[in-house]
């Protein structure tokens, strides 16, 4: 049986922890324009351990839970949980999402070691919902209403620091706007 050790995370292993910060910025679609919210947040990160598909493909998989509250009246304003899977094989990383709005997602991206100046690992997915292969799924009020066109999500992950920007291409009020979040988080 193998234990979590004999497990190949790859560029995962680091993420597994909780992460805290409190520099988010949102930038989110208004009927009106835009509104911006200063956040603090908690990401969670399970190892989970390995899982087979048909034999053939193995993943390491690390679960996740992401809480975001708005600063300025502590009010909860994101809740999202899902998993980043790594085929170490394929060199593939895979970020599945799944938000109380009738929202979920399967990003994906190539993984080939690669690192910033500072040495932080980058992790890069993307989803678009004409992608055949990394895809949008909504409730068909969000796909009338609010649709997701596009996700487009990096991480900078140092040994203690983990700094993501995160792009979501909404389809709402008539038009399609840019929703962004990015934050800087320690290792708690």
């Known amino acids: 049986m193998k234990t ?5 995370y790859g560029p995962l292993e680091g993420l597994i922890g909780i992460w805290k910060g409190d520099k988010g910025q949102d930038i989110a679609p208004e ?3 835009q509104e911006e919210n200063s956040f603090y947040e ?11 598909n048909a034999e053939i493909q193995d993943l390491a998989v690390v679960h996740y839970h992401q809480i975001v509250h708005r ?3 502590d009010k909860m304003i994101h809740n999202e ?39 932080n ?34 991480i900078r992950l140092g040994k203690e620091k983990l700094i993501y920007s995160e792009t979501i291409m909404v389809d709402i009020y008539g038009k399609v706007f840019e929703h962004t979040d990015d934050n800087e988080l320690i290792r708690a």
């Open 4 to 8: 979590i050790s004999d497990i190949d």
């Open 31 to 33: 009927p009106d324009g």
């Open 42 to 52: 908690t990401i969670t990160f399970t190892d989970i351990g390995d899982v087979s």
């Open 71 to 73: 600063k300025r009246d």
């Open 81 to 119: 949980t899902g998993y980043w899977m790594y085929d170490p094989k394929e060199k593939v990383i895979m970020h599945s999402l799944t938000i109380p709005r009738g929202l979920s997602l399967l990003a994906g991206g190539e993984f080939n070691n690669k690192t910033d100046k500072e040495g």
């Open 121 to 154: 690992i980058i992790l890069e997915v993307a989803a678009s919902r004409d992608d055949a292969d990394w895809g949008i799924v909504e409730s068909p009020f969000m796909q009338n209403n609010a649709s997701t066109v596009s996700f487009r999500h990096k």
